[in-house]
């Protein structure tokens, strides 16, 4: 009797110890996000119409269309205008002043409304700037565009924008950046436009302002 008292008492010591829970204990549960206030987001969005359009759908070539661009890519933007990752003067003062919560109200917002479509304006160039955007340049190891912003040149959310119907000015000076090294938030982007010439940049923001 002694020994089996002796062995119960040390299968007892060594036994883990866990410790006790009552049935209120519960998980924690993991923090609410808020949901964009598209209210708001129009709110906010009142001092960029001057320049992008009271929809998003900007008049001028020379600035690009927000309207339906995929809220997660216009965020990552304006957070990057806001740090100097993607440098413009105007843009980063119009983002010095906006929260975190700005920015995704007025995200959502413009990826609410409606994209006026484009057109390719230059025939010679458009059979050129679809081999390109469709195939990419084999020879010189030059990517689809299509592979990352979809045959229709819708994108794919959170990773890779809309380009389609996009001002094709606005597309060449995003390209000729990229190339020139002047933007440098994309190093896919560098790559990839580093290898096109004037005439391909020309080619390829002509046929995308077509794509619907």
């Not at 020994?3 to 410790?19: H, R, S």
């Not at 808020?34 to 600035?63: F, I, R």
């Not at 010095?96 to 025939?123: H, R, T």
């Not at 679809?130 to 229709?152: K, L, M, T, V, W």
Request: glycine share 8%.
């Amino acid at each position: 009797m002694k020994l089996l008292a002796t062995l119960l008492t040390a299968a007892l010591l060594a036994a883990p110890a866990f410790p006790a829970f009552s049935a209120s204990d519960k998980p924690a549960e993991a923090p609410k996000v808020a949901k964009p206030d598209l209210v708001k987001g129009e709110a906010s969005y009142a001092s960029c119409a001057a320049c992008h359009g009271a929809d998003g759908n900007a008049g001028s070539p020379a600035y690009p269309k927000l309207a339906q661009q995929h809220p997660e890519y216009l965020v990552k933007q304006l957070q990057e205008f806001k740090s100097g990752k993607r440098a413009n003067a105007v843009m980063s003062g119009m983002a010095a002043g906006l929260s975190d919560e700005d920015m995704k109200n007025i995200s959502y917002w413009l990826a609410s409304k409606k994209q006026k479509a484009g057109f390719a304006k230059d025939k010679e160039l458009v059979a050129l700037g679809e081999r390109i955007y469709r195939g990419g340049i084999a020879d010189r190891q030059i990517a689809a565009c299509a592979g990352c912003h979809s045959p229709n040149g819708s994108g794919i959310p959170s990773q890779y924008p809309r380009l389609g119907g996009q001002h094709a000015d606005y597309t060449a000076a995003q390209l000729t950046a990229f190339r020139d090294g002047v933007r440098k938030n994309s190093l896919q982007m560098t790559g990839v436009a580093a290898k096109l010439n004037d005439r391909e940049i020309k080619a390829v923001a002509d046929y995308i302002a077509g794509l619907h």
